[in-house]
């Protein structure tokens, strides 16, 4: 393209561009400006001073990470969450949606779907209360275990390590167990009656139905979010997390995204948290491509 | 013979998948309940447990003490605000750029493109966008949670795939009577995008309604932190809601614990949300499947 014809297009999109360019310019202050800020995890930054005058120090945070005393603790509850809610917050959502679909009565299936999304709709910090509240000493939990003689003393779970990770997986499910049917409901919607209807001649019960025409109908969808799902295991709910942590419960509930917030935000040490948000980052993309590229190889579908 | 049997397992399944079905709504409706039953009720007299169904002993007094407190009313005023002004300005916003993003002939939109799809996989992370936040000087700035939340590549993508589907003769002809693109955004692809307009507008005002964190990470001004803000610091730190009852002219201490101002606060947070959010159920699925479809 010569100077000239650009030059005419410019002219003829000069209202594309004044639409464009703002978008451009909010990307470039808001999402490439913190990418450039990376480089703090590799100078000695002091608050005081701008980035540019901070003194380059190579690798010697990332180097402190990896040696922090609290690394292998952070990355197994950050994995670990990941991994339970993977096993088992990934599959109800199906399970939920092909139940759901299989009731009969269209009005009771749609009053269901819409209780179901109704905790979605909440905000952690009110979930998350109401957790507090139901785990505490004198809350329903203890109330009801001890009146059926299950403990003899109160249990301060929420203040407890070891009950953590349960508290973190029942009330994910609990919240987006129906928001995240969603996807799987219009999925099943989308297969073609007559195959069913050809399947009921044959003999074949519901069950049946269900594992030789309703799930390999939806095995495309869940393989892609199959693939979010495992890419996205380096990020924790911070959300979530940052509501139900207490100093008591530390030992379970730092993840990454807490120690970053924990190191840079309450301590100040930007450079090292900087390192550390850094490693997630990375880690994080890794895990997104390699589980497209091995997907991809077994089953041919994939995310791109 | 071999029908009967069939229709009898047909009869045991529809059984006990509803059942399923009802106990998961009790499972997901119960815990909110609860709060409401216990925000009702005498404070003093729910310390006592067991209350499970219906207030026991019927009080307003813990409504009465959030809807006095100014703490309160001006956080409800700036997550209204908030709300209101974030939805609409992002929404414009990135409908805008995307109309714009859509047009195939436009110059450099490949990697306009490039650019955006980059910040869905990649981003600086938590403190590099706290030191920006902090050299815009937007710490304790109301507009923090308008701007950092102005555009986002990901409702981008739902927007152009609606767009791409519009018909084209509108546009041609309004730009043949003399109209330019701005114009054609705002009076033709507008009006013919509510749809997605009202799902993306869903989904906006429900995370400026519902979000807490920047309030906690840019803000130390109680004067402009917004209620899920507020209701964290209360979640957090129970003290602070015990001075709350305690406070000069308040409520007797003996009639409302901090718990049931938690509770009542949680509530009145909650309530406007689980008004609307079934009559736009048809959005939002809509914007769901979109968004997983294109993204």
Not at chain 1, 175 to 194: P, T
Not at chain 1, 206 to 225: D, F, Q
Not at chain 2, 101 to 110: A, M, N, P, Y
Not at chain 2, 227 to 237: G, H, K, P, S
Request: aromatic share 14%; glycine share 6%.
């Amino acid at each position: 393209m010569n100077w000239v014809k650009v030059r005419r297009k410019l002219i003829d999109q000069k209202y594309l561009l004044l639409m464009v360019i703002p978008g451009i310019i909010w990307m470039l202050i808001f999402n490439y400006t913190p990418m450039y800020g990376i480089i703090i995890a590799f100078k000695d930054y002091k608050i005081t001073k701008p980035i540019s005058e901070a003194e380059w120090v190579g690798l010697k945070h990332v180097i402190e990470f990896f040696k922090d005393e609290r690394f292998f603790l952070i990355l197994k509850n950050t994995l670990g969450i990941s991994f339970l809610k993977l096993i088992i917050g990934f599959p109800l959502p199906i399970l939920f949606a092909i139940m759901l679909n299989e009731v009969k009565h269209n009005r009771f299936k749609k009053v269901v779907q819409t209780i179901s999304y109704l905790p979605h709709f909440l905000s952690w910090v009110v979930l998350g209360g109401i957790m507090i509240t139901w785990l505490s000493e004198s809350g329903l939990l203890n109330e009801l275990l001890l009146s059926m003689g299950l403990i003899k003393e109160a249990i301060p779970f929420i203040a407890k390590s070891e009950y953590f990770w349960g508290v973190v997986i029942v009330s994910d499910i609990w919240k987006e167990l129906g928001w995240n049917a969603i996807i799987y409901l219009a999925a099943i919607s989308g297969i073609d009656q007559s195959m069913y209807e050809a399947a009921t001649v044959d003999g074949a019960g519901r069950l049946r139905k269900i594992w030789n025409i309703t799930l390999p109908s939806i095995a495309g969808t869940i393989t892609i979010l199959l693939i979010l799902a495992v890419g996205n295991m380096m990020n924790s709910n911070f959300d979530q997390i940052f509501v139900l942590k207490n100093t008591l419960n530390a030992d379970a509930s730092d993840v990454i995204d807490i120690f970053v917030y924990r190191m840079g935000i309450q301590s100040g040490r930007f450079s090292f948290a900087t390192a550390a948000g850094l490693f997630k980052s990375l880690t994080a993309v890794v895990l997104l491509v390699s589980t497209n590229t091995i997907v991809k190889k077994i089953n041919n579908t994939s995310l791109f | 013979m071999k029908s009967n049997r069939r229709t009898k397992s047909e009869i045991v399944f529809d059984t006990v998948n509803v059942l399923v079905m009802l106990l998961i709504c009790f499972v997901l409706l119960y815990p909110i309940w609860y709060t409401v039953v216990h925000s009702f009720n005498d404070a003093t007299d729910a310390m006592m447990g067991h209350l499970y169904w219906w207030p026991r002993k019927f009080s307003l007094d813990s409504y009465k003490a959030v809807f006095k407190s100014n703490e309160i009313f001006t956080a409800f005023g700036i997550t209204a605000a908030r709300t209101l002004i974030g939805t609409v300005t992002s929404v414009f916003f990135t409908a805008m750029v995307a109309y714009g993003l859509s047009k195939t002939e436009l110059i450099g939109r490949k990697f306009f493109m490039g650019m955006g799809i980059v910040t869905m996989f990649f981003s600086g992370g938590l403190i590099p966008t706290f030191l920006l936040i902090k050299n815009l000087n937007l710490l304790d700035n109301f507009f923090v949670y308008i701007i950092p939340s102005l555009f986002s590549f990901y409702n981008l993508i739902i927007f152009q795939s609606f767009f791409r589907e519009l018909p084209k003769e509108l546009e041609e002809s309004a730009r043949v009577d003399g109209a330019n693109d701005f114009l054609i955004f705002v009076r033709i692809i507008m009006p013919l995008s509510k749809a997605v307009l009202a799902t993306i507008a869903l989904f906006n005002g429900v995370y400026h309604w519902n979000e807490y964190f920047s309030g906690v990470i840019y803000i130390n001004n109680t004067n402009i932190q917004p209620i899920q803000t507020y209701l964290y610091r209360i979640v957090a730190e129970a003290s602070s809601a015990e001075m709350m009852a305690n406070m000069p002219g308040g409520v007797r201490s003996t009639t409302i614990s901090s718990q049931s101002i938690k509770l009542a606060t949680m509530v009145v947070t909650t309530f406007p949300i689980v008004c609307i959010y079934p009559f736009l159920q048809k959005y939002f699925v809509k914007g769901m499947l979109l968004g997983s479809v294109k993204g």
